[in-house]
């Protein structure tokens, strides 16, 4: 299973420290001590889920090597619906005209585009789909409450798009090796950790500390057994892209791994956390820079509880 060609949309507002500061008294010395965020983005007005997933396909109307028109699957991941029956995948698809594609969305967190991931290579390995098309988008900025003390100042909009097929098409591809996800609704405070209901507040994550320590653990062992499994020692890994929550769980990360802080990729600094996008959308940013036979791991951990990690190369 090849990656033929990744892209991403960023919205324009940029929300500093600042505002927090100004309108809540929430210092930005402490946001970036508990978390490392500096600045986070947030839509427009006229901006939503399904809009930033249209604007992120557009490059891929234009750039990828592999036309819109010959995707057979589509695959939208979010946990921040615009719609929930008109989907974000149903919006690209009537956007762009894809007729002959099977097309869902599917929710599990921040963990929702590894998710995706699977969902495809069992798609492909099944033969009832060759080219896929996944889109990820989060406006979480439209379900957060920005006064909210424990996490109103974690949160950022954005989105990505990736093309997949089984071959090859450009000198750009990567190859996916393997791909691993987990259910964890038994463990912890599960679905009380983190959690978005109707009416009841928005976003809220009240159990933050339980949050960053199975974030840490899975995390971590998302990302060992993955090379594990595939025989690749920890020295042989060039990068890790891990799932943009906490600098904090990153950087706790990177130390029981024995990473160089070079090897991990992050944009969390400057985007806050994009939830499910916020992988695929560091992966966008850095497709540029891998070299041939790069080993590349995504590790995630989404609310639910939910974990999961890919196995990348660069071809």
């Not at 719609?83 to 869902?104: M, P, R, Y």
């Not at 409450?145 to 109103?152: F, L, Q, R």
């Not at 089984?166 to 750009?172: A, G, L, V």
């Not at 929550?245 to 706790?252: F, G, K, S």
Request: net charge negative.
């Amino acid at each position: 299973m090849i990656i033929n060609y990744i892209s991403s949309y960023i919205p324009e507002i940029i929300v500093t420290n600042d505002f927090f500061t100004d309108n809540y008294g929430i210092s930005g010395e402490v946001i970036i001590s508990k978390c490392g965020i500096k600045q986070r983005r947030r839509t427009r007005p006229e901006e939503n889920t399904n809009s930033m997933a249209i604007e992120t396909v557009k490059k891929v109307f234009f750039e990828s090597p592999l036309s819109l028109n010959k995707i057979d699957l589509i695959i939208g991941a979010t946990y921040t619906p615009y719609d929930t029956v008109g989907t974000l995948a149903h919006a690209v698809q009537k956007q762009f005209d894809i007729a002959n594609a099977k097309c869902f969305t599917v929710d599990s967190a921040c963990s929702s585009f590894v998710n995706a991931l699977e969902i495809v290579e069992c798609y492909f390995a099944n033969k009832k789909a060759s080219k896929a098309l996944i889109i990820v988008s989060e406006n979480n900025s439209v379900y957060n409450d920005y006064s909210n003390e424990k996490s109103g100042f974690l949160w950022g909009d954005g989105a990505a798009a990736v093309v997949i097929s089984k071959e090859r098409h450009s000198d750009e591809d990567i190859e996916v090796i393997d791909i691993n996800t987990a259910g964890l609704g038994t463990i912890g405070k599960s679905i009380d950790g983190v959690f978005l209901k109707p009416g009841n507040g928005g976003l809220k994550m009240p159990f933050g500390k339980d949050v960053f320590q199975y974030a840490c653990t899975y995390m971590i062992q998302e990302t060992e057994q993955i090379l594990h499994k595939n025989d690749i020692p920890i020295s042989q890994l060039n990068y890790l892209i891990p799932h943009q929550a906490n600098v904090r769980i990153i950087d706790y990360v990177t130390r029981k791994l024995n990473l160089e802080n070079s090897q991990i990729l992050t944009n969390i600094e400057c985007f806050g956390n994009t939830g499910s996008a916020s992988a695929a959308i560091v992966l966008a940013d850095n497709w540029g820079k891998f070299k041939k036979n790069d080993t590349i791991v995504i590790s995630v951990f989404g609310g639910g509880y939910s974990s999961g990690a890919v196995l990348l190369k660069k071809l």
